[in-house]
């Protein structure tokens, strides 16, 4: 006779095996969440068509930078082999007799026979190039029109600066450059002050941003971190380029919280929350203070070298060139060779002292936006022109901002640690 008890194990058995299976694999621990492995897969998701273009606009930009100093060595030398700066010293003088006044005509003329010997590479790298890799929206009335605001306010500000600076060098031929370091972080601190308020608007439009769904969120970052503003602003950078940009400007009662058009336009609303986000970073973490701080430093450097420079070759060719001493005006080219050489040989520490802050701002703004996919995507649309993983030295030197490699991975870690969704091994226990 069969046994009742063993028909109906046999139809419960299968039962009891599938929820045992469903258990295991209910209490299973999740996939691991690789920081690596998710960037590299960030990574190949831009096409190599595209990836093989940033880096070679980026690249190229290495050789531009030898270009342009090398060029501007030649402009600087010929302006006194041949006797120009001489001839408008002369000018100044008959025009003038107060020195000040001297000093502020002779560096406004010097500015434009500088700007014009250098317009046809600036047009080459500032408008052909950059149509050719289809980053710029301008056309050549516009560009040239950019160009002449530039250096209107070129000839204004270094005109007064300068002035000063032949000033100082009159009353301490041997120890301006202490004088004249003394003064840089008010002067740094006082162009910040001015820039955003009195400079920006010559060249973009400004106008308080009205979409709520995009500003409240920026504004409740700004609040929640103690940065004094109440409105958010948004300028046409679009007419000049298409690259997608924000900051948080100024100092003091000038501070401004600014987007342009092509972030508004081109990205969602996590990636302008991880961008501003790392704007606000800036403010929070007191970056402009002590960038000029920093600056300030190198820059004094500069003097002292461009110091040391001048005295070194005005006593081989000084003469020849008709340079009565350092504190000629004519003498100018001479003065700004040195400080030139210095800030070349000097590029490295001055990216590296950005690029940290850079960091700073980026761990910044994860924690505050709390969006690491919009941040790493962004960093993806920043290498439209900015080479994606360059190598360590290469980005040591050439650098002033993280790689878009180490911004994906560093938003990827965030997110390993953060995310709710994702569990990684050991946690709970502290383990690695």
Not at 280 to 303: P, R
Request: aromatic share 14%.
């Amino acid at each position: 006779m069969t046994n009742p008890f063993r028909l109906s194990f046999a139809r419960v058995l299968p039962w009891l095996l599938l929820m045992l299976g469903l258990a295991s694999i209910a209490h299973a621990a999740p996939p691991v969440f690789d920081p690596v492995a998710e960037t590299e897969a960030l990574m190949n998701t831009l096409p190599a068509e595209a990836r093989a273009k940033s880096d070679a606009y980026f690249e190229g930009g290495y050789i531009i930078q030898v270009w342009n100093f090398a060029l501007t060595l030649v402009i600087f030398w010929a302006l006194l082999h041949f006797r120009v700066t001489v001839k408008l010293r002369d000018l100044a003088e008959r025009c003038f007799k107060r020195r000040y006044l001297q000093g502020a005509l002779f560096i406004g003329l010097f500015a434009v026979v500088f700007a014009v010997l250098n317009l046809p590479s600036d047009y080459y790298v500032g408008f052909i190039r950059e149509h050719r890799f289809g980053l710029s929206n301008l056309t050549t009335g516009g560009w040239l029109g950019e160009q002449v605001k530039a250096l209107l306010v070129a000839m204004i500000v270094f005109g007064l600066v300068g002035s000063l600076l032949y000033q100082g060098i009159r009353r301490a031929p041997q120890r301006w450059w202490v004088l004249a370091s003394l003064a840089t972080p008010f002067f740094l601190l006082f162009l910040m002050v001015l820039a955003p308020v009195f400079v920006a608007p010559l060249f973009n439009t400004y106008t308080p941003l009205t979409d709520a769904k995009v500003r409240d969120p920026i504004l409740s970052m700004a609040r929640a971190n103690g940065v004094p503003v109440d409105n958010v602003y948004q300028f046409d950078a679009s007419k000049q380029s298409k690259r997608v940009s924000a900051n948080v400007s100024g100092a003091f009662h000038t501070i401004r919280v600014s987007l342009n058009d092509n972030l508004l336009n081109r990205c969602t609303p996590a990636e302008v929350q991880a961008v501003m986000a790392h704007e606000l970073g800036h403010y929070v973490l007191n970056h402009t203070y002590k960038m000029a701080i920093a600056f300030s430093l190198v820059i004094a450097a500069g003097f002292w070298f461009a110091h040391w420079f001048y005295g070194a070759v005005s006593r081989r060719c000084g003469a020849a060139w008709g340079l009565r001493g350092i504190d000629d005006l004519a003498g100018l080219p001479l003065l700004l060779a040195g400080f030139s050489v210095f800030m070349f040989l000097s590029t490295p520490v001055g990216n590296s002292i950005i690029r940290i802050n850079e960091v700073e701002a980026d761990i910044f703004g994860l924690n505050a936006a709390r969006q690491p996919d919009g941040f790493a995507t962004t960093a993806l649309k920043l290498a439209e022109y900015r080479k994606l993983a360059p190598g360590k030295w290469e980005e040591i030197i050439f650098f002033d901002h993280p790689s878009g490699y180490q911004r994906i991975l560093m938003a990827m870690r965030w997110k390993a640690e953060y995310d709710p969704a994702i569990r990684m091994p050991n946690r709970e226990s502290g383990k690695n």
